[in-house]
């Protein structure tokens, strides 16, 4: 009773996460747009910015332009491949992401490590920080020169780059949607693409949900998103148009998915521990019942076995005297 009345506690004490759906009625407010991407390009040769659906071009004043190497210390690569294999299992096992929920768990890649090098020797740069958008569909893309208004949307100064530097292999460190929230891996954090040529076009089609989230640690809202990816080289002589570089086409679902962290109730935890006390005593009363039967009937045939054969030896000793003939004296006068 002990044993079971533990693992019931247990269970009181677990927790599971409940998903809703509704409409997203909020349309007037700002998407923040968490940004962590390193390009094997120097800084100076590439720009990035927003331009949504309406074509209007938000101001990337909140990202900033870091030279870096591209490849990674001992340190961070382990965090990469770390990463990376969290991304492996929850694709394969979705209730991971349960548990990552309810850890809240927060942790970020370990720092580059200081080096004496000049800014020249760096061949990439690390572009992060934030945006705020309107809440409609757009492009966020990283391309060739830095981008300038334009009356008809806006241009990037790529004529003043030689081809020569293309190279848009780039790593994603980090890419999400809203509020930061611990316990959250967004799917293209970690994700590493090494461009076989220079001219080379990389393109992400992403939908973002609207989420809110309500922990036992964590309360806020934020959004996660589904990623489809595509990559092409750009060739004109081949029919193969476009604009090298990384291009992030988002939209924003009208549903909003509410995430609740439960657990059982007091009262249901107590009436299932009475149905277990019950239940037990129920069981132990019907097993001592039927110990007891087979008991008695094991017991009686085995007296009845006893008294069986002497009860033969007193019926048969009756017979043989019923036979015999009583002998008679005769009396002589």
């Given amino acids: 009773m002990a044993i079971l009345a533990f693992l019931e506690f247990f269970v009181y004490r677990d927790t599971w996460m409940k998903y809703e759906y509704e409409v997203d009625r909020d349309f007037s407010s700002k998407l923040r747009i968490n940004v962590d991407i390193t390009v094997a390009m120097r800084c100076q040769y590439i720009g990035a910015d927003v331009l949504d659906l309406a074509e209007t071009m938000v101001a990337s004043d909140g990202l900033k332009y870091e030279p870096v190497n591209f490849e990674l210390s001992p340190q961070?690569?382990?965090?990469?491949?770390?990463?990376?294999?969290?991304?492996?299992?929850?694709?394969?096992?979705?209730?991971?992401?349960?548990?990552?929920?309810?850890?809240?768990?927060?942790?970020?890649?370990?720092?580059?490590?200081?080096?004496?090098?000049?800014p020249s020797h760096l061949n990439a740069c690390r572009i992060h920080g934030h945006l705020y958008v309107n809440k409609v569909a757009g492009n966020f893309h990283i391309t060739v020169g830095k981008s300038i208004p334009h009356p008809r949307g806006h241009a990037h100064l790529a004529a003043l780059v030689s081809h020569d530097s293309y190279n848009?292999?780039?790593?994603?460190?980090?890419?999400?949607?809203?509020?930061?929230?611990?316990?959250?891996?967004?799917?293209?954090?970690?994700?590493?693409?090494?461009?076989?040529?220079?001219?080379?076009?990389?393109?992400?089609?992403?939908?973002?949900?609207?989420?809110?989230?309500?922990?036992?640690?964590?309360?806020?809202?934020?959004?996660?998103?589904?990623?489809t990816e595509r990559e092409r080289a750009i060739n004109h002589a081949a029919g193969s148009h476009g604009v090298s570089?990384?291009?992030?086409?988002?939209?924003?679902?009208?549903?909003?998915?509410?995430?609740?962290?439960?657990?059982?109730?007091?009262?249901?935890?107590?009436?299932?521990?009475?149905?277990?006390?019950?239940?037990?005593?129920?069981?132990?009363?019907?097993?001592?019942?039927?110990?007891?039967?087979?008991?008695?009937?094991?017991?009686?045939?085995?007296?009845m076995g006893m008294y069986k054969p002497v009860k033969e030896e007193a019926h048969l000793n009756m017979e043989e005297n019923k036979q015999t003939p009583v002998p008679t004296e005769n009396y002589t006068q």
């Avoid at 961070?76 to 990463?83: A, G, K, V, Y």
């Avoid at 129920?282 to 001592?288: K, P």
């Fill in 168 to 227: 848009f292999s780039h790593r994603i460190d980090h890419l999400s949607f809203g509020e930061a929230i611990p316990g959250i891996i967004s799917p293209l954090d970690g994700t590493e693409k090494v461009s076989p040529d220079s001219n080379h076009m990389f393109q992400y089609f992403i939908t973002i949900v609207p989420t809110k989230l309500n922990t036992y640690k964590v309360s806020a809202e934020t959004h996660q998103y589904s990623v």
């Fill in 76 to 118: 961070q690569r382990l965090w990469h491949m770390t990463l990376l294999h969290i991304q492996e299992r929850l694709r394969v096992e979705h209730a991971l992401q349960d548990v990552l929920f309810k850890a809240a768990l927060k942790a970020s890649p370990p720092a580059e490590p200081q080096k004496e090098d000049s």
């Fill in 245 to 303: 570089g990384i291009f992030m086409k988002y939209d924003i679902s009208s549903l909003m998915v509410k995430v609740t962290e439960q657990h059982m109730p007091f009262w249901q935890f107590l009436v299932r521990l009475c149905g277990i006390i019950g239940g037990i005593f129920s069981t132990t009363g019907m097993l001592h019942g039927m110990v007891g039967f087979l008991v008695d009937v094991v017991c009686c045939r085995f007296q």
